[in-house]
DNA sequence: TGGAATATTGAACAGCGGTTCAAATGTCGA
DNA sequence: TCGACATTTGAACCGCTGTTCAATATTCCA
């Protein structure tokens, strides 16, 4: 967080400034977040953030590098508090099963939550080159974390083996998915939709573990 | 598809012509296709496109009205393609179950084809409100479908009820998230993903009903 | 209080990218 | 072959947007 070169002695004053001026830091991540969810990197202007943030579009400059440094900041940050939601569950003592309805739970919740969530990490595409290789190797942290747990769920409940890796991504997909429709005013509150989605990717449609007949590996319809 | 004024009687010679132009404009929607699916809307420009279709940026004007028009047609045709294997499930005679599986794996081939594939549908955002509203609509129809066939299996297969609506959007967020990381070159072809997808979401993770030990309602790590 | 460092502003800059356009070329029926 | 119309081109246009900058205001220590 401290970017600050530590060249000149911090006295008490300077300790206080740094400190005010990592508040503002975060208002304007939380304002940037905000706006990217509502309308997306690409649309979300500079002056758009600013305007969010209470402050003049040429003042964000004196927080950050560009546009690239805060969406890589607002990534950063949320990725950190999933990394942070699968280390605690880790040493929660919970069976498998449990941890990770616990985690998938607070996936929904990092993202959806109306003051500090964010979904900027979903647009990894947008950075350049070189910020983009830290996030996505925090990212696979989160990912292989996860992809872990859903193994020890398999190998304790002796599921049937399955392709750990695509399961993973379906779940990350049903997840991140929700900031595409999910609206704050509409019918269900973010807790319904953690419970009903958690419900559903844990326990799943049917209750056999093959989902009924095989049907039809020959195509059919459409350009299949 | 036709937009030609239909005032000047259609000679065979300009019959012959304007199918011509029909061919062409498919090429064009094909590579924009593939760009918009490689870099997203926003990223792709005018002049990629035009190259990907091998003809100049200008000439895409005498096609298309615009970019927009452009991610509108690509839209349609996806959306068409998907209410299409909708539609013929319904009368191949089968269980909802395996009509269900039908559909989720077009659905996915639909996406990731590497010839016809597109993930346009997608960007619904990028477009004007106009083109949007159409659009929606049609998105909406195919959800509606699923979410049909989905209560259709729940109430067949005498399944615990769950919120429908959740759990199409669960489903159509697993499949549509592959695009984000679906590689061609990767291990995994289409069919095995599509396999793998459609077996993880119709039967799911356990063998039991709910999944496990209703583990923690309580907040627990990171900011739930 | 004075002065140095920090914050803040809004206008100006720069270039990227969608779009337009006049001109050249190709195509087809008569 | 001629004329009408479709097709194609590439340069020029222009508005939007990220960014810079010089000037002003504020904060805080001595």
């Given at each position: 967080m401290s970017n600050t070169s530590s060249l000149s002695i911090e006295t008490p004053g300077r300790e206080r400034l740094r400190r005010r001026g990592d508040a503002r830091r975060l208002e304007i991540l939380r304002a940037a977040g905000r706006i990217f969810r509502q309308r997306g990197y690409a649309q979300a202007g500079m002056r758009d953030i600013a305007a969010a943030a209470e402050?003049?579009?040429?003042?964000l400059y004196h927080y950050f590098r560009g546009k690239h440094e805060i969406l890589y900041f607002c990534q950063d940050r949320t990725l950190d508090t999933m990394l942070q939601a699968l280390a605690s569950t880790r040493s929660s003592g919970g069976s498998a099963l449990e941890r990770l309805r616990q985690v998938l739970t607070a996936h929904v919740f990092t993202i959806?939550?109306?003051?500090?969530?964010?979904?900027?990490?979903?647009?990894?595409?947008?950075?350049p080159a070189d910020l983009r290789t830290t996030i996505i190797c925090k990212r696979d942290r989160y990912e292989s974390g996860l992809r872990r747990l859903i193994g020890e769920v398999i190998h304790e409940e002796r599921l049937p083996q399955r392709d750990p890796r695509i399961i993973t991504r379906a779940m990350l997909g049903a997840l991140n998915w929700t900031v595409r429709w999910y609206r704050p005013?509409?019918?269900?509150?973010v807790k319904m939709v953690a419970r009903e989605l958690t419900d559903f990717l844990m326990g799943?449609?049917?209750?056999?573990?093959?989902?009924?007949a095989a049907g039809a590996p020959g195509s059919q319809g459409g350009r299949t």
């Open positions: 402050i003049s579009s040429g003042n959806l939550d109306d003051v500090e969530g964010t979904a900027a990490h979903l647009e990894v595409d947008a950075l005013q509409g019918p269900a509150s799943g449609l049917t209750a056999s573990g093959d989902g009924g």
